[in-house]
Nanobody, 118 residues
């Protein structure tokens, strides 16, 4: 599974951004079985789970982003999205997407940089 994240950039505090992660070289019927997640890693900090969505559309969020971020997926496009609203400076990080297969194999994309200016 090859994952490509895109859509990051520079945004002012309080603003919004949507990032995407596409699974390349994967047919949609297989992608639909993956549990997908977004993680982030800021300089000097550990990688943390931000949001996840299972193959059955069950979602979960880190407490720090609840009410501000929304994860969704479009299996026909083999893509998972993260809509980020009311961004804060502490949201600045590299955002990485993760795919977990039914066999519990984990695949990672290279990530996309999100920078929130205060």
């Amino acid at each position: 599974v090859q994952l490509q994240a895109f859509g990051g950039g520079l945004v002012q505090a309080g603003g919004s951004l949507r990032i995407s992660c596409a699974a390349l070289r994967s047919i949609f019927s297989v992608f639909s079985t993956y549990d997908m997640s977004w993680y982030r890693q800021a300089p000097g900090k550990e990688r943390e789970l931000v949001a996840s969505i299972t193959s059955r559309r069950t979602v979960d969020y880190a407490d720090s982003v609840k009410g501000r971020f929304t994860i969704s997926r479009d299996d026909s496009r083999k893509t998972v999205y993260l809509q980020m609203n009311s961004l804060k400076s502490e949201d600045t990080a590299v955002y990485l997407c993760n795919a977990r297969t039914e066999q519990f194999m984990d695949y990672w994309g290279k990530g996309t940089q999100v920078t929130v200016s205060s």
